[in-house]
């Protein structure tokens, strides 16, 4: 079998799951994504291979193998990635219930109202907008809280209004997730080349250069029925890694108890139950008894 570019296939170590970004509209090639999220206009790379033009059939062969094991090992990490976050649940909570103090890096005169007021305007943005960028903000927003320097008082009252916030997040990232999405399910998965229907092209031929227009109609489906696969997938599984990092730090959030903020369970799992979530939810979020 043809072995996988060394610059960059099969990378380990990645602790979230992205499948391939996108694929070239002309070709049907799959194509990385530039810092900016757009294909990189320079060059066309096959999750590794770094010249424009593949310039023979070994190379090609092992460049859609490369994007092959790296579909595969995506699977794998979303697999791990579900197993990995109950245990983190677990281990935070743990953390947090010795009264040690959270180790968080507040942003500079920003106060906890603050922080709340923005991670709540970006969950309502991201149920009307569906961009995983303003869901991530809230959760950024919200795990910079820290009520340390609160008083008694209103270190109750904003955590209670925290807690709301992080179901509100939950609850966002729940409804989004495609119920019919298995990472599990090889048709689900994007092609790395749509082949053209027939034979007389190569895989990643580029339609301008098919004579016959039923052919190319044909192909131009296909290879944009590849790229809708590829953001679907892409989007499901990314959804997946937020919801699993905000079901824990909800638990963590739930257990963060200390001297100037104590206990209070009753409140804080009647906010849980009145946002919408589910007994199984609230479980596995394990509030404090």
């Given at each position: ?10 990378r ?6 992205s ?11 799959t ?10 206009p320079g060059?066309t ?28 090992m995506?699977?794998?990490?979303l ?10 649940v ?8 010795s ?7 507040p942003?500079?005169?920003s ?16 149920k ?8 991530r903000?809230?959760i ?39 119920p ?14 749509v082949d053209?229907?027939?034979h ?14 039923k ?31 905000a079901?824990a ?10 001297s ?5 369970e009753?409140a804080?799992?009647?906010i849980?139950?009145?946002?919408g ?10 509030p404090?008894?």
């Open positions: 079998m043809a072995s996988c570019p060394s610059s960059g296939c099969g380990r170590g990645s602790s979230r799951v499948f391939a970004a996108g694929a070239d509209l002309r070709t049907g090639r194509v990385s994504a530039s810092k900016s999220g757009s294909p990189d060059r790379r096959f999750h590794g291979a770094t010249s424009a033009v593949l310039p023979s059939r070994s190379l090609r062969r092992a460049a859609v193998t490369c994007a092959q094991e790296q579909a595969s995506n699977i794998v990490r697999q791990w990635a579900g197993r990995l976050a109950s245990i983190a677990a281990v935070a909570a743990t953390w947090l219930a009264g040690e103090p959270a180790a968080s890096q942003r500079p005169n106060s906890n109202s603050d922080r709340t007021n923005t991670a709540l305007a970006s969950i309502a943005q991201f009307s907008t569906h961009a995983l960028a303003a869901i903000s809230a950024d927003e919200l795990a910079q809280f820290d009520n340390r320097s609160e008083t008694k008082a209103s270190c109750i009252l904003s955590r209670r209004r925290a807690i709301e916030a992080w179901a509100g997040v939950v609850s966002a990232l729940q409804s989004a997730k495609d019919t999405f298995d990472p599990n399910d090889i048709t689900q998965r994007p092609s790395s080349t053209v229907p027939g007389g092209y190569p895989s990643g031929t580029d339609p301008a250069d098919i004579a016959d227009p052919l190319r109609a044909e192909y131009e489906q296909l290879v944009a029925a590849n790229t809708a696969k590829t953001r679907r997938v892409n989007y499901q599984a990314e959804l997946r890694n937020l919801y699993r990092e079901m730090r909800t638990s963590v959030a739930l257990h963060n108890v200390n100037t903020c104590p206990n209070d009753q804080l799992r009647g849980l139950h009145r946002s979530l589910t007994d199984g939810q609230i479980e596995k979020l394990n404090p008894q």
